[in-house]
């Protein structure tokens, strides 16, 4: 079946850059999707690209997929301590159905 | 317009007790979602819901029974419980498909001794 994966764990100084990865087995997916979970809280939609896009931006956030490598990532410009949260990579698979990653903790520290 | 809710926030049962799970959205959404969350796992679907009075399986239903009678209520439940169960639940809904955008509730953590 579909299989969605991604580092769990990434760590940055506030200021800087942060990048987390996903990549997926399944490539018929027609929406790609990141969440946000902050702690004690559900996840909340971040952003999402449609297959036939290759780059989209919203403010500080970038997501680039790579159809052909089945690679899609999340950059955010000028990570603040406010941005610390688990991350998740969603991807639409069988049936219709959201397939999730494990999620990628992002820590950001001064 | 207070969104996905889910009652309670907390629970710890024994195995082998019983116990049921509510959502409650306020959106209309035709479908509705249980997932479970376990560490290193990410979301796990249970089961969901495509519309009033219809249910169907996800990817890890076992243990687990819904009941989707009103189209603003999703309710899962545990018959007997079991330690495999002990994991963070979240309901969530979306306006008419998967891919529309899901709205996740706050989360149940549930302990099972």
């Known amino acids: 079946g579909e299989d969605v994966e991604q580092s769990l764990f990434l760590s940055v100084r506030e200021g800087d850059s942060s990048v987390i990865n996903c990549t997926y087995t399944?490539?018929?997916?027609?929406?790609l999707y990141w969440y946000k979970q902050e702690p004690g809280a559900g996840l909340q939609l971040l952003t999402y690209?449609?297959?036939?896009?290759d780059m989209k931006q919203d403010q500080r956030l970038t997501v680039l997929l790579n159809k052909k490598d089945k690679h899609l990532s999340l950059r955010i410009a000028d990570t603040q301590t406010g941005d610390s949260a688990i991350y998740f990579c969603?991807?639409?698979?069988?049936?219709?159905?959201?397939?999730f990653g494990a999620g990628t903790r992002l820590a950001v520290h001064p | 317009n207070a969104g996905v809710t889910q009652t309670p926030k907390f629970r710890v049962l024994k195995t082998g007790q019983s116990m049921t799970l509510l959502c409650a959205q306020d959106?209309?959404?035709?479908?509705m979602y249980w997932y479970r969350q376990d560490p290193g796992m990410g979301l796990r679907l249970i089961h969901y819901?495509?519309?009033?009075?219809?249910?169907a399986k996800g990817e890890v239903p076992d243990g687990y029974n819904v009941s989707r009678l009103k189209k603003q209520n999703f309710l899962l439940g545990l018959e007997s419980a079991a330690p495999s169960q002990t994991s963070v639940y979240f309901c969530?809904?979306?306006?008419?498909?998967?891919?529309?955008?899901?709205?996740f509730g706050p989360g149940t953590r549930l302990t099972v001794l």
């Open positions: 959106m209309n959404h035709e479908y």
């Open positions: 969603a991807v639409v698979g069988g049936y219709n159905k959201l397939i």
């Open positions: 399944d490539s018929s997916s027609t929406y």
């Open positions: 690209i449609f297959s036939n896009m």
């Open positions: 969530a809904s979306s306006r008419s498909t998967s891919t529309d955008t899901q709205y």
């Open positions: 819901s495509v519309g009033e009075g219809t249910t």
